[in-house]
């Protein structure tokens, strides 16, 4: 079981540190605001949390974001205030971390059509 997590993991790890990558090149390289709202589990979950959120860390360090952050949840109440918090801010990709974030995401993608919201 833990070595079908840990791939998991890794997963969502590369399609992060992927979906940033690739993002600037389609843009003329212009550096990414990377906003990251987690799940309940907090940043140091040793899960989807944490490896999003390290799969942005690398993403500054390799030069294809010029920020990043994260907002924790504390209740699935506040998956939809802090993804539309990222979008106040003027982020330029938001990702929401886990399956229970969707819902979320979705209804903010659909409302904040130019902004660039997935879930990883």
């Known amino acids: 079981m833990k070595k079908s997590i840990k791939l998991i993991v890794a997963i969502a790890a590369t399609s992060l540190v992927t979906s940033v990558a ?9 550096k990414q605001k990377v ?3 987690l799940d309940t589990g907090g940043i140091n979950d040793k ?4 490896t999003s ?4 860390k690398i993403a500054k360090s390799k030069g294809w974001a010029s920020t ?3 907002l924790p949840a504390k209740s699935p109440a506040d998956y939809g205030p802090n993804i539309q918090k990222f979008v106040d801010k003027g982020c330029t990709l ?5 399956f229970a974030v ?3 995401i979705i209804a903010s993608a659909e409302k904040n059509s130019k902004s660039k919201i997935c879930n990883c």
């Open 22 to 30: 690739v993002t600037p090149a389609a843009h003329g390289a212009t």
């Open 94 to 98: 938001i990702l929401g971390v886990g």
């Open 47 to 50: 899960s989807f949390n944490q």
């Open 68 to 70: 990043i952050e994260y």
């Open 102 to 104: 969707a819902d979320a």
């Open 35 to 37: 906003c990251v709202a």
């Open 53 to 56: 959120y390290e799969g942005a």
